[in-house]
């Protein structure tokens, strides 16, 4: 017992004596004084018997007079010993841990236990004969630091280097100091140190009479150098670490400057040639043939301006086109004799109300059935599917072939490239409503100040009485310090997976119908005040972020005709405008449950609500001014509503809309059909009397049928989602021939139709597809302040993408979205209506001309493939 109680002490004193001593030297910060350390256990472990001599014979009585003890008592030890050097060596003293490791890796524990205490020896000399311990130059190595310790302090050294030189033009080699190089004006010392070994290594050594200038001395390097086994020539050696070292990218090199310096549109890139011996078989060419089919299709159904924007308006002047000073200030608008009328669910437009001449003539729904019909068979058919197959396949390699390539040239573009980078170029949030658009957490504080500040607005009228704000949440049984985010409850979660319905019923704050028709409603009592002011602050973050716009769906439902009116004297009265955001004016697809209410009677009245106020305005602007200056911010129409619910799929025949008095929803695509012939109508007319344009966007293909997207393809500008494009080669083909831009929102899909790792988006970017990442519902999705750059960070995090390939993205949001050309001009290039490299600027858009003249190069290839060689492409997008 006497033996362990000596052996308890022995520990106790040696855990005491290693921290203090440890702290003593984190005082000092002087890590030479390590190096002499580790020196010492080498030559205690030289001197060998001396110690041991003195100390085991009692020991070894002990031990093999109580043999349990041995067992206990190093095992108390190692506990504590490791303990300490854990504690102390692991973060700053890195050759104490690496003696200690040494120490540790012995078999037998006796030895351990003398290596200990000569540790512990080799502690309390230290400080008084360190210039005993001094090595001259020319010493053979030491053997306390293993292999792997050595591997470690190597990479970090060279990490730190790595961050910091080779950002100097004037010195290519490796500096001996990391501390210098930190504030990096020591450039000559280096040269100099870097001349003579000698130098360095009394120098180091030196610095223990010297006074400390930081913790990061050149120690660490010095540790090397005494590791070495083989004395080497001061510069040779050092340059071996900057080249070797290139665990971080390191290049030795390139100095940013001269990066800077060159012009990053010179870069050339490796070009893959592949396609000299493609020549389709006659079947291909049969395949091809009814792509091409498919693709005119599309061109004689979609609306496109007859002259384009920038025909119209030449931007000069790139610099940030002045912000409209008074964006709801009416002037009078001439009105015209034109004579709308509806048809059939379409609306006709006369010159005058006695002229019988249509004037724009669109398809009527039959042809668009039967084009649709078309569509469908020409996706199922196996031999064409086996083609689109094949030929996306190979487009997902050559673009992966390229990355193989050109990365490095890519990434050197992009470094050229002064000012921009992944932050400051321009992104558009191309897909989200606007009634999810705030943050869970604004919400809550929205909420909550409201309660404070204006707990006695009336603000309900619910069960035949007025409500105040603070009768409201007493008859919740709610006081705003109740309230958090996890109460709010409006964010998805596993419940909403493949639940559309929940996923709805989480929009209602605190699972209350009433704080959702108060805070989230723009027909409510107060006008909509509450969202309004939510509504501003939301605009305000966008304008604080600079470089985040957002296009807002917002909704009509088609109940009646006043919606029109109701929201856009919301939108002027509560001044809802920003530079930074445009508007889309969502359509949910909820025929059947008016119908059900007894709202609507047939759908032709939803078609009269939703489009005749419309046609109205832009006939006589006077009859809704504030509808036809809110108009002008208006860039497209969306169909919303759960797409995985079954439906019937449309015939060739169908009934017309003024028939369709059943109580069922139509399909898809016949609201597609409807709400494309009359969007197409109206635009025309718009266009006439040069008035802004509305496109048609709708979600399409983010669940349920194949033919949502194929009806899309014929006639929609872009869509949202499209991850079934997944499940049909053909039509995915045909998206990326036609380049159809799709919104895509990958979290939003994962928390309600797809799992984020079986998302679609990674493909469709590597084979050209024109995909953009969008939020859809920050509300209910996202955590943090900035959804969509959330939306990113997740995507290149997970996938794996390049900061060219963000930037790529970001650059065809700015394309599919609706914002004017002036804005366009002046976010990615004056000449960005340009295809190919000659419409990029890398200044703005951060994209090397590499990555835009590759897509081109190989979506033109395939253009001509299709066309047989006979494809006609204008030299402007959209067009
Ligand atoms: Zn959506």
């Not at 190096?35 to 093999?64: N, T, V, Y």
């Not at 053997?143 to 910091?164: A, D, F, L, W, Y």
């Not at 969502?586 to 709202?599: A, C, D, V």
């Not at 997970?798 to 914002?819: H, M, P, T």
């Given at each position: 017992?006497?033996?362990?109680?000596?052996?308890?002490?022995?520990?106790?004193?040696?855990?005491?004596?290693?921290?203090?001593?440890?702290?003593?030297?984190?005082?000092?910060?002087?890590?030479?004084?390590?190096?002499?350390?580790?020196?010492?256990?080498?030559?205690?472990?030289?001197?060998?018997?001396?110690?041991?001599?003195?100390?085991?014979?009692?020991?070894?009585?002990?031990?093999?007079?109580?043999?349990?003890?041995?067992?206990?008592?190093?095992?108390?030890?190692?506990?504590?010993?490791?303990?300490?050097?854990?504690?102390?060596?692991?973060?700053?003293?890195?050759?104490?841990?690496?003696?200690?490791?040494?120490?540790?890796?012995?078999?037998?524990?006796?030895?351990?236990?003398?290596?200990?205490?000569?540790?512990?020896?080799?502690?309390?000399?230290?400080?008084?004969?360190?210039?005993?311990?001094?090595?001259?130059?020319?010493?053979?190595?030491?053997?306390?630091?293993?292999?792997?310790?050595?591997?470690?302090?190597?990479?970090?050294?060279?990490?730190?280097?790595?961050?910091?030189?080779?950002?100097?033009?004037?010195?290519?080699?490796?500096?001996?100091?990391?501390?210098?190089?930190?504030?990096?004006?020591?450039?000559?010392?280096?040269?100099?140190?870097?001349?003579?070994?000698?130098?360095?290594?009394?120098?180091?050594?030196?610095?223990?009479?010297?006074?400390?200038?930081?913790?990061?001395?050149?120690?660490?390097?010095?540790?090397?150098?005494?590791?070495?086994?083989?004395?080497?020539?001061?510069?040779?050696?050092?340059?071996?670490?900057?080249?070797?070292?290139?665990?971080?990218?390191?290049?030795?090199?390139?100095?940013?400057?001269?990066?800077?310096?060159?012009?990053?549109?010179?870069?050339?890139?490796?070009?893959?040639?592949?396609?000299?011996?493609?020549?389709?078989?006659?079947?291909?060419?049969?395949?091809?043939?009814?792509?091409?089919?498919?693709?005119?299709?599309?061109?004689?159904?979609?609306?496109?301006?007859?002259?384009?924007?920038?025909?119209?308006?030449?931007?000069?002047?790139?610099?940030?086109?002045?912000?409209?000073?008074?964006?709801?200030?009416?002037?009078?608008?001439?009105?015209?004799?034109?004579?709308?009328?509806?048809?059939?669910?379409?609306?006709?437009?006369?010159?005058?109300?006695?002229?019988?001449?249509?004037?724009?003539?669109?398809?009527?729904?039959?042809?668009?059935?039967?084009?649709?019909?078309?569509?469908?068979?020409?996706?199922?058919?196996?031999?064409?599917?086996?083609?689109?197959?094949?030929?996306?396949?190979?487009?997902?390699?050559?673009?992966?072939?390229?990355?193989?390539?050109?990365?490095?040239?890519?990434?050197?573009?992009?470094?050229?490239?002064?000012?921009?980078?992944f932050?400051?170029v321009?992104k558009?949030?191309?897909?989200?409503?606007?009634?999810?658009?705030?943050?869970?957490?604004?919400?809550?504080?929205?909420?909550?100040?409201?309660?404070?500040?204006?707990?006695?607005?009336?603000?309900?009228?619910?069960?035949?009485?007025?409500?105040?704000?603070?009768?409201?949440?007493?008859?919740?049984?709610?006081?705003?310090?109740?309230?958090?985010?996890?109460?709010?409850?409006?964010?998805?979660?596993?419940?909403?997976?493949?639940?559309?319905?929940?996923?709805?019923?989480?929009?209602?704050?605190?699972?209350?119908?009433?704080?959702?028709?108060?805070?989230?409603?723009?027909?409510?009592?107060?006008?909509?005040?509450?969202?309004?002011?939510?509504?501003?602050?939301?605009?305000?973050?966008?304008?604080?972020?600079?470089?985040?716009?957002?296009?807002?769906?917002?909704?009509?439902?088609?109940?009646?005709?006043?919606?029109?009116?109701?929201?856009?004297?919301?939108?002027?009265?509560?001044?809802?405008?920003?530079?930074?955001?445009?508007?889309?004016?969502?359509?949910?697809?909820?025929?059947?449950?008016?119908?059900?209410?007894?709202?609507?009677?047939?759908?032709?009245?939803?078609?009269?609500?939703?489009?005749?106020?419309?046609?109205?305005?832009?006939?006589?602007?006077?009859?809704?001014?504030?509808?036809?200056?809110?108009?002008?911010?208006?860039?497209?129409?969306?169909?919303?509503?759960?797409?995985?619910?079954?439906?019937?799929?449309?015939?060739?025949?169908?009934?017309?809309?003024?028939?369709?008095?059943?109580?069922?929803?139509?399909?898809?695509?016949?609201?597609?059909?409807?709400?494309?012939?009359?969007?197409?109508?109206?635009?025309?007319?718009?266009?006439?009397?040069?008035?802004?344009?509305?496109?048609?966007?709708?979600?399409?293909?983010?669940?349920?049928?194949?033919?949502?997207?194929?009806?899309?393809?014929?006639?929609?500008?872009?869509?949202?989602?499209?991850?079934?494009?997944?499940?049909?080669?053909?039509?995915?083909?045909?998206?990326?021939?036609?380049?159809?831009?799709?919104?895509m929102?990958?979290?939003?899909?994962?928390?309600?139709?797809?799992?984020?790792?079986?998302?679609?988006f990674?493909?469709?970017f590597?084979?050209?597809?024109n995909v953009s990442l969008s939020?859809?519902?920050?509300?209910?999705?996202?955590?943090?302040?900035?959804?969509?750059?959330?939306e990113y960070?997740?995507a290149a995090?997970?996938?794996?993408l390049?900061?060219c390939d963000l930037c790529e993205i970001a650059r065809n949001s700015v394309?599919?979205?609706?914002?004017?050309?002036?804005?366009?001009?002046?976010?990615?290039?004056?000449?960005?209506?340009?295809?190919?490299?000659?419409?990029?600027?890398?200044?703005?858009?951060?994209v090397?001309?590499?990555?835009?003249?590759?897509?081109?190069?190989?979506?033109?290839?395939?253009?001509?493939?299709?066309?047989?060689?006979?494809?006609?492409?204008?030299?402007?997008?959209?067009?």
């Amino acid at each position: 017992m006497d033996s362990y109680a000596l052996h308890l002490a022995m520990a106790a004193l040696v855990g005491a004596t290693f921290a203090a001593a440890s702290a003593y030297y984190m005082h000092r910060k002087t890590l030479t004084q390590l190096l002499d350390f580790a020196r010492a256990i080498e030559r205690e472990r030289e001197r060998g018997g001396g110690g041991d001599e003195k100390r085991s014979p009692r020991r070894r009585s002990a031990e093999q007079h109580q043999p349990t003890d041995r067992r206990s008592a190093p095992r108390y030890y190692r506990r504590g010993g490791v303990g300490v050097g854990v504690g102390v060596g692991s973060i700053s003293l890195p050759d104490v841990l690496a003696a200690a490791a040494a120490a540790d890796g012995e078999d037998d524990e006796e030895e351990e236990e003398e290596e200990r205490r000569t540790v512990v020896n080799a502690i309390f000399s230290a400080e008084e004969d360190y210039r005993d311990l001094l090595i001259p130059p020319g010493l053979p190595r030491l053997h306390t630091v293993p292999e792997g310790n050595r591997q470690i302090v190597r990479s970090c050294s060279n990490k730190r280097v790595g961050v910091i030189r080779p950002t100097s033009p004037k010195s290519p080699v490796v500096s001996v100091s990391a501390f210098d190089s930190l504030d990096g004006s020591d450039e000559d010392d280096n040269l100099r140190d870097d001349s003579k070994l000698g130098d360095i290594y009394l120098n180091t050594n030196g610095n223990l009479e010297s006074e400390p200038k930081g913790f990061f001395q050149p120690l660490p390097n010095n540790v090397i150098v005494n590791g070495e086994s083989q004395p080497l020539a001061a510069t040779s050696m050092i340059r071996s670490h900057s080249v070797s070292g290139d665990l971080h990218g390191v290049q030795p090199d390139p100095v940013a400057a001269d990066i800077l310096r060159r012009e990053p549109e010179h870069e050339s890139f490796i070009k893959l040639k592949i396609s000299p011996n493609e020549i389709p078989s006659t079947d291909e060419m049969e395949v091809y043939k009814i792509l091409q089919k498919c693709l005119e299709l599309r061109e004689s159904y979609v609306f496109r301006e007859e002259i384009a924007p920038w025909e119209k308006e030449v931007i000069t002047d790139p610099s940030t086109p002045k912000p409209n000073p008074n964006p709801f200030a009416y002037a009078p608008e001439q009105k015209t004799d034109h004579y709308p009328q509806m048809v059939d669910g379409v609306v006709h437009v006369y010159t005058n109300q006695h002229c019988k001449e249509r004037l724009y003539p669109v398809a009527d729904a039959t042809t668009f059935f039967t084009d649709l019909h078309y569509i469908l068979r020409v996706i199922a058919a196996g031999n064409i599917r086996t083609v689109c197959h094949n030929r996306l396949n190979l487009l997902e390699h050559k673009f992966k072939f390229h990355l193989m390539l050109n990365t490095d040239k890519e990434f050197l573009a992009q470094k050229s490239a002064p000012h921009r980078d992944f932050y400051n170029v321009r992104k558009v949030d191309t897909h989200v409503h606007h009634s999810a658009c705030m943050n869970q957490k604004q919400l809550l504080r929205f909420i909550k100040s409201k309660l404070q500040k204006e707990p006695d607005e009336v603000v309900i009228f619910r069960d035949g009485t007025y409500m105040t704000l603070k009768e409201v949440f007493e008859s919740l049984d709610l006081t705003g310090y109740d309230l958090n985010v996890d109460l709010l409850d409006v964010h998805a979660d596993k419940s909403t997976f493949h639940r559309f319905d929940k996923f709805n019923l989480k929009y209602n704050p605190c699972g209350q119908s009433r704080l959702r028709e108060i805070f989230l409603k723009q027909d409510n009592l107060i006008q909509g005040r509450f969202l309004g002011e939510l509504t501003k602050q939301v605009f305000c973050d966008l304008a604080a972020s600079k470089y985040q716009m957002a296009e807002y769906r917002i909704s009509i439902y088609g109940r009646k005709q006043s919606e029109w009116d109701q929201l856009a004297s919301w939108i002027v009265n509560n001044e809802l405008y920003s530079e930074n955001v445009v508007w889309l004016i969502q359509i949910p697809r909820l025929y059947n449950i008016y119908k059900e209410m007894g709202i609507v009677t047939s759908f032709q009245n939803l078609l009269d609500n939703i489009f005749l106020p419309l046609f109205e305005v832009t006939v006589d602007p006077d009859s809704h001014p504030q509808l036809h200056m809110f108009l002008k911010q208006v860039v497209g129409l969306d169909l919303v509503d759960d797409e995985s619910k079954p439906e019937r799929r449309p015939t060739k025949h169908m009934p017309t809309p003024a028939q369709w008095t059943n109580v069922f929803n139509p399909a898809f695509s016949y609201y597609v059909y409807y709400c494309y012939a009359n969007l197409y109508t109206l635009n025309k007319l718009r266009e006439s009397k040069g008035m802004t344009t509305i496109k048609f966007r709708p979600h399409a293909g983010e669940a349920g049928d194949i033919d949502h997207l194929a009806a899309t393809f014929l006639v929609a500008h872009n869509i949202s989602h499209g991850v079934n494009l997944r499940k049909s080669p053909v039509l995915q083909y045909l998206y990326y021939l036609a380049q159809i831009g799709l919104a895509m929102s990958p979290l939003s899909n994962n928390s309600l139709f797809l799992d984020y790792h079986r998302n679609p988006f990674p493909m469709f970017f590597l084979r050209g597809l024109n995909v953009s990442l969008s939020t859809d519902d920050p509300l209910q999705i996202h955590l943090t302040k900035e959804p969509l750059v959330e939306e990113y960070s997740i995507a290149a995090s997970l996938w794996k993408l390049s900061s060219c390939d963000l930037c790529e993205i970001a650059r065809n949001s700015v394309y599919q979205s609706g914002f004017s050309h002036a804005l366009k001009s002046h976010w990615v290039g004056k000449n960005y209506y340009k295809r190919g490299p000659d419409g990029n600027d890398i200044h703005q858009t951060n994209v090397p001309h590499i990555r835009v003249e590759f897509r081109e190069m190989i979506w033109r290839e395939e253009m001509q493939r299709v066309f047989l060689g006979n494809a006609k492409i204008p030299d402007e997008v959209d067009k």
